[in-house]
Each structure stands twice: as structure tokens, then as C-alpha cells.
């Protein structure tokens, strides 16, 4: 799939100059650039490297001297970091995992799934998930019994969606993210010495060893539209009421989130 | 399931008071409570939000003025916070797996499984592998080579075991927990420069860049009863001995268990 | 399996001294030894507790009193940490993996293993993957659209490898090891409050709150020879370049490595 600098160009709202016919491949760092890369000089200091590749044409700031760095076209976005986004999604050959249900997954008659979904391989849907239109859950997941699932989600291999979890739409899960493991909240029968240490201000008094009591988890996890959870990530459900991740939010690699925790929106 | 109030008190061994034929369908948050959950308000801080909601009956403390509060109901336990142990085990939905021994489990001839024992679907279980009466093995789980795991477990989903893990009763292990990877352990043919910088406090002397040697890992680990291992935990295999933990401890998720660790009884 | 004394020291290339006819089952800490296990006492420190033991032999250090100690026999290492690394090679049991291809792995048509590979049960390879002679992929993997992973690899179980994952030979990953996520890279329409307090060095401007559109990853990972990756390890790929992983460089358990980042040779 090539696209030519004028296609580019007009998917980005940008603005385009030189040979607008070159066609690209793929983007390149300037440095090493081939002569159908979009090579992305977005700040003088990367544009200075730009003779250090072979690139023909580069993606520039607004009023970039392009002519002067010796390219034969150039696209001049309004704010370049942004437009990196809609050019990376344009650019994007995805994980190719291939649509519809694969003969391998195994999905409970209960589950509810839109017409359009995909679902990976070795993939297991519980009783009374539902999945939204749009969706593709990919290879070796758990959608655990009751958890419900957005619109246009995309989740990877390897991801655990536990019991009643509540997703919105355009969820993403990178590898091994997993949502609604049992809260960690123990009790003593008589207070533990954190509780008397607490209380007192140091004084331990006369507790003794005690073994832990299990508090169950009620709640499970409430999550937004536009999330996205990377690798590892663990979010715990609630002890009596949700988790919650508001819009927006995006978690990186390995975050934790404890029970009961209230994220809002649009955090990073 | 819906309980009385009568019945609950009964279970955890509490005072119930008022209209003690009540029936509760779940627990609540005071403030959001609806008129047939039983509130958890078991400090007056939380008491006092039980006028937001609609609740007819709470969970309070040993004295409290119940009726003062609106209720038709009330359960007045001694220590209130270990009483939510057994009130949420009575509550627990849980995670809905299917019993028994699913279809698409790979189980080797050459394991042994006391005769109630759950195993999930695509949950492989290995030669010599060992798992007690009352066990539930969740879904897409690894129990490795001549593992062993004792009564009454509970894993949930992609979970790892690695060979000769050797778990007592009760262990608890949420979704991707790692037992009994390979321990970190490496050495240079020579004395590497943080062996020379340690022995002459600072002086690197003429070490040169080496390549790392692994040092294998023959040990396993050893798990004590009533253990928790939260999401995606790992525990490393002790070099020549087990990493060892003991009974009634618990893990967090992501709790990183390095190879030769011993840790103790009731650690939280 | 069991060795000779005499056949353990030549295998590390060590001085054998005693009854060096002595057979050897295992390992064992000097303190815990017994008579048929090789006890590991090499510093003057571990030599002390060979008498609460009852090991007959010892791997010592060059000058070692052997005889003192009232061993039979004793292997002399010049350097006794280096020599740990070929001894615990001869004696590690390993996982016990089945060779060969497992009938419940799914394989792709499209992807290409050279003859020797082991792939474990339900474990899938996606089109275009390619794996080198000599291979082991553990049960449960998933290796992904045009993955390459060079010869003598060894993965346990649950290991994610994404599309384009490049990998040298001799990689060894732990249990639920992450390669090839996406990049945790977002992007506001307009400058977000983090880049304008930047720029002004604490004014926050009229910045408001805006959604975070995405900057899809389009490069890879690649990994030279001999690296290791632990337990639930998270490597994401790079925006436009691979992330880049240098021969003979160790990722402990839990590691994360961003996009873009380029880890050097043998880094521990």
C-alpha cells in the first residue's frame, strides 16, 4: 500500500508542496531515509540529519525552508506532533490478525456477540459477555461470564477480561493486560499490630500473630470509552462497588490499579 | 440468592436488631445504597451518608443508635471489619467457571487429579503433575512437570507452574501469576567489574567486557497453605534449594519473588 | 542420571582430587547435603557448615584443605562461580517439554519452521513467523505475523512475540515474556498543558483539557543473540525504528522497556 504526498497531505488537513505525485511507502527516521520514505523532520534539529539519508521527500513545520534542504516534496502540518498521529494510523500494518471466529475459540452459547466480531484463536467467551460491533478480541484471551465489552475494541493476545468487568467503547488491551482480579484486602479476627501501631502511635501493645482473613470481592471494574491498558497491566475490581477508569485514560506497561480506585478522564 | 437479615447475623456470629425477616440481595456504599441492600456503614463517618441512599438495613458497629438512623434493620458485629470477611465470602459471586474437567483441557496420562478436581478449558496440566481434592484449575493455565498443588486451590485464568513447584493447601492465584521461572543468576569467565569494583572499593582495575555465563536453575520453589499470589506476579525457582514462602502469606499483584528468597508466615 | 566425580571435573575443566569414582546424584547446600549429592562450599564461609551435613564430596576453591574437612573427594575449580555455570548445565531437569510439534498447536501455513523446531500444545504461530533450527517454543505462546526467532530459542509458556518481532539466536523467555506492544505514545490537538508548562517553565497558558488521539507504533523490536527475557517482561516496539535489544543483554522479571529504546551489548 503506497500513498501519494497529496493523499497524505489531504488525510492530515495539511498542507502539501513540491511533486505532490511522489509516492511512499513507508515513514522513516531522516538519517536513514530511503527515496520512497516520508522521512519525519518535524523540528530543524531533525531536518538537519536529513541529508544523511536518501530521503526525496519529508514531513516539515509550517513555514519549513524545504526547497533549501533538497527534498522534491514536502507536507507542512499545522502541528506536526499531532499530525504523527493521524499519519502513523494511516501507516499502521496492525498485528494481521485475521477477522471472524476462529474454529478454535471457545464461545459459551450465552455470550452475546455482534454480527461483525472477531475472535482469535484458543480465545474463551463466558457465559453473559457481551461483545460490541466492531470489536476484535484477539488470540488466547478470557472474556469472563458477564463482562461486557464496547464497540470497536481491539484487544491482543493473551488478555484477561474477569467476571462483570464493564468496558466502553474503543477499549484497546496490549499482551497480558488483565482487568478484574480478586482485590488484596485481608483482615485480622483481633486488631493486627499495623491497626494498633496506627492507633496508638507506635505503642504495639499486646498483639500477637494472627492469620489473614480473606474480604471477598463484590464489585468488579468500570471502564470508559478511548481506553487503552498496556502490557501486564493489573487493575483489581472493587470490594463492594466498581473500579472506575474514566474516558480517555491510557495506562502504560505494568501499571497497577488497586481495588476501589477512581481514575478519571483523559489520564495518562 | 437472597438472604435475611437473620441469617446473616447467624453466619458471622453477630447481633442482628429490628425487622430481622428483611431479605437482602447485595451489599452497599451507604450513598448508593438501594432500599433491599444491607449498607455497609460500620463507622459513623460512613453512617452518616446512609441518608443519601435508600437503604432499610446497614451493617454498623456494636452501639450504634440503629433506629436514630431511619432503619427498619440493623447487624451489630463486634470487630466490623473482620466481620465483612464472612459477610463478603457469603456474597461472593465469583467467577462463574464451569466444574469438572473441560474437553479441551490437556491433561497428561501421567498427571494425578483427586477425583473433584475443575480444570478450564485449554488449561494444560503436565507429566507427573500432582493437584488435590476440592482444587478448581481456572482456564488457559500451565501446571508444569511433576508440579504439585494441594487441596482446595483456586487459580483463575493463564496461570503458570513451572516443574516441581510444590504448593500446599488453599493457594489462591489470580490471573497470570508466575511461579517458578528461572532465577537471574549469570557470571563472567573472569572477575566481572562490579566483582572488582566491590573487592577494591572503587578501582576497576583492567576488567574488560564479557560475556554473561548462565547459572542454571535446579531448585524449584516451595509454597506453604493458604497462600495468595495476586495478578501477574512472578516467583523465581531457587538455585540449588526452593524459594521458599510460607503459610498465610499473601502477594500482591506484581510482586517480584527473586531465586534463594525465603519468605515467612502471615507476610502481607 | 547421575556422574562421577572425575566426569564432573572435566567437564568444567576443574582438578578432580580423592576417590574421584564417587557418583554424584544432585546438588545441595553443604548444610542440607546428602551423601550422594555434590556439596556447593566454595568459600571458607559455606566450608564451615559441610559438618551439619553429610555430603561426601564438595566443589571447593584451588587451595581448599580437602581432606580436613573429612571429605572424600573434592573438585577444585580456579574460579568456583564460573564453574557454577557449567555445572548447573549438566544437572538442570529442565521443563520437561515434549519434543516435536504438539497436534493442538495451530500453525500458520504460511509460517516457517526449520525441521527440529518444538512448538508446545496450544501454542500458535502466525503467518510469515519463522523460527530458527533447534528451536523450543513452550505451550501456550503466541509468535506473531512475521516474527523471526533465530536458532537454539528456548520459551516457556504464555510468551507473547508481536508482528516483526526480529529476534537473534539463542534467545531464552521466561513465563507470560512480552515483545512488541504498542508504543505508549499520545497526542493532543493542541499543546497540552505538560508541553506549555514546559515551554514557559511553569505557565500553564489557557491550556484545557483534550482528548489524546494515538501515535500508532509502526516499527518493531529487534534483538540480537543470546538475550534472556524474565517473567512478564514488557518490551514495546518503537514508533518508527525497532526498539533495539543488544547481543547477550538480560531483562530481569518485570522489566519494561519503552519504545524507541536502544539497550547496548551484554547490559545486565
Known amino acids: 500500500m503506497t500513498y501519494t504526498i497529496q493523499q497524505i497531505a489531504d488525510a492530515l488537513g495539511a498542507k502539501a508542496v513540491g511533486d505532490t505525485t511522489l509516492r511512499i511507502a513507508k515513514l522513516a527516521e531522516p538519517a536513514t531515509a530511503h527515496a520512497d520514505d516520508l522521512a519525519l523532520a518535524m523540528s530543524p534539529k531533525y531536518a538537519q540529519t536529513l541529508s544523511d539519508g536518501a530521503a526525496l521527500a519529508a514531513m516539515l513545520w509550517p513555514d519549513a525552508d524545504w526547497q533549501g534542504m533538497g527534498l522534491k516534496a514536502a507536507i507542512l502540518p499545522d502541528r506536526p506532533r499531532f499530525a504523527m498521529s493521524g499519519l502513523t494510523r494511516m501507516m499502521d500494518p496492525g498485528q494481521g490478525f485475521e477477522t471472524g471466529i476462529h474454529p478454535s475459540a471457545i464461545i459459551d452459547p450465552a455470550a452475546q456477540l455482534a454480527d461483525d466480531v472477531t475472535v482469535g484463536p484458543l480465545t474463551i467467551v463466558a457465559a453473559g459477555a457481551q461483545i460490541g460491533a466492531g470489536s476484535i478480541i484477539g488470540p488466547q484471551c478470557y472474556i469472563g461470564t458477564g463482562a461486557s465489552i464496547g464497540k470497536n475494541a481491539y484487544l491482543r493476545d493473551h488478555v484477561s477480561i474477569g467476571a462483570r468487568v464493564n468496558i466502553g467503547d474503543n477499549f484497546i488491551a496490549q499482551p ?26 507506635g505503642n504495639r501493645g499486646d498483639t500477637k500473630a494472627q492469620q489473614w482473613a480473606r474480604i471477598h470481592t463484590l464489585g468488579s471494574v468500570t471502564v470508559g470509552d478511548d481506553v487503552e491498558c498496556g502490557m501486564n497491566v493489573t487493575v483489581d475490581s472493587g470490594t463492594i462497588r466498581d473500579t472506575m477508569i474514566g474516558d480517555g485514560t491510557k495506562l502504560d506497561n505494568l501499571v497497577h490499579l488497586g481495588h476501589n480506585v477512581v481514575v478519571g478522564k483523559n489520564c495518562l
Open 176 to 201: 497480558g493486560a488483565r482487568l478484574g482480579g480478586d482485590g488484596f484486602s485481608f483482615v485480622t479476627p483481633e486488631p493486627s499490630t499495623v491497626e494498633e501501631t496506627r492507633k496508638t502511635l
